[in-house]
Nanobody, 124 residues
Framework: QVQLVESGGGLVQAGGSLRLSCAAS????????MGWFRQAPGNEREFVAA????????YYADSVKGRFTISRDGAENTVYLQMSSLKPEDTAVYYC?????????????????WGRGTQVTVSS
């Protein structure tokens, strides 16, 4: 049974930084990629960033490019999202996701597994 558990969310002032973590268990080495999505109140869920598990190639949404960094720790089966220069519009529930389809397509937004989310609130 694959489990994805996010952590690290919280309240931060605009311009600040926050680091999210996603711990994967079950079948982590079967993943081709992992990613982060977010959903603000009243909005649809949107793609944020993705990383290839084997190569560490990354792909970002234009809205976060240059501010967010996705990375992974294979030894700990964990993916991270380092968020800097945060803006109020970054406020959302952030979800971790994993996919096992191959070959990997980082721009594709269909994933097999999802976490339950962690709240990030950026104050003005």
């Amino acid at each position: 049974q694959v489990q994805l558990v996010e952590s690290g969310g919280g309240l931060v002032q605009a311009g600040g930084s926050l680091r999210l973590s996603c711990a994967a268990s079950g079948l982590p080495f079967s993943f081709s990629k992992m990613g982060w999505f977010r959903q603000a109140p009243g909005n649809e869920r949107e793609f944020v960033a993705a990383i290839s598990w084997s190569s560490s190639n990354t792909y970002y949404a234009d809205s976060v490019k240059g501010r967010f960094t996705i990375s992974r720790d294979g030894a700990e089966n964990t993916v991270y999202l380092q968020m800097s220069s945060l803006k109020p519009e970054d406020t959302a529930v952030y979800y971790c996701a994993a996919d096992r389809r191959r070959p990997v397509q980082l721009a594709a937004t269909i994933y097999d597994y999802w976490g339950r989310g962690t709240q990030v609130t950026v104050s003005s």
